[in-house]
């Protein structure tokens, strides 16, 4: 059974950084694209980040590109999202899903709080 796990939320202050951890854990799996989404209290779940696991073609939601970057290692089957200059309007539970030979799967998502 494969399962999608997203760690490294908190508590920053505007202005800080934080970096997120999404991992793909269970058989030998074969990932396609890992992508981050965010929903803010109130608000519908956005697309924030994705990353293509063969090539590592990126890309980045408008109001996220210069802050926040999105990496992968192959080998742990972990897609990172690396968040600088976070903003209150950033705060959010992130998610990550993972697309591959087991179909998609999401994970239980992680907490953001950014304080002004």
């Known amino acids: 059974q494969v399962q999608v796990v997203e760690s490294g939320g908190g508590l920053v202050q505007a202005g800080g950084s934080l970096r997120l951890s999404c991992a793909a854990s269970?058989?030998?799996?074969?990932?396609?694209?890992m992508n981050w989404f965010r929903q803010a209290p109130g608000k519908e779940r956005e697309f924030v980040a994705a990353?293509?696991?063969?090539?590592?073609?990126?890309s980045l939601a408008d109001s996220v590109k210069g802050r926040f970057t999105i990496s992968r290692d192959n080998a742990k089957n972990t897609v990172y999202l690396q968040m600088n200059r976070l903003k209150p309007e950033d705060t959010a539970v992130y998610y990550c899903n993972a697309h591959g030979d087991f179909g998609v799967l999401g994970g239980q998502g992680t907490q953001v709080t950014v304080s002004s």
């Open positions: 990353i293509s696991w063969s090539g590592g073609t990126t």
């Open positions: 269970g058989r030998t799996v074969r990932i396609y694209v």
